[in-house]
Nanobody, 126 residues
Framework: VQLQAFGGGLVQAGGSLRLSCAASGRAFSGYGMGWFRQAPGKEREFVAA????????RYANSVKVRFTISRDNAKNTVYLQMNSLKPEDTAVYYC????????????????????WGQGTEVTVSS
């Protein structure tokens, strides 16, 4: 499985970006997906996750209300809509695929994911 994240860029505070993560192969629709981020000098942290069916989602407290995760299983793609961006959202954002299939869970722990994309950089200027 290969995951390709894109959509990052430079945006002013208060602006919006939509990240996409496209998965190759057939092993996508039955797996939960997650987004994590890593800011310079900091550890990777959980951002959002969605279960394989899309019926369960989970968000970090810092992004609740502002970010929305969604998925299109027909396109093998998961999205992260980011609104009201803040300078503290600046980071490299990674998508990841859940380790186990058909588990109705939106996991927040990195250990629950086995495949990771290469990351897309988001910079929010003040």
């Amino acid at each position: 499985v290969q995951l390709q994240a894109f959509g990052g860029g430079l945006v002013q505070a208060g602006g919006s970006l939509r990240l996409s993560c496209a998965a190759s192969g057939r092993a996508f629709s039955g797996y939960g997906m997650g987004w994590f981020r890593q800011a310079p000098g900091k550890e990777r942290e959980f951002v959002a996750a969605i279960s394989w069916s899309g019926s369960s989602t989970r968000y970090a407290n810092s992004v609740k209300v502002r970010f929305t995760i969604s998925r299109d299983n027909a396109k093998n793609t998961v999205y992260l809509q980011m609104n009201s961006l803040k300078p503290e959202d600046t980071a490299v954002y990674y998508c990841a695929r859940g380790r186990y299939d058909y588990i109705e869970r939106a996991g927040e722990r990195a250990g629950e994911y086995d495949y990771w994309g290469q990351g897309t950089e988001v910079t929010v200027s003040s």
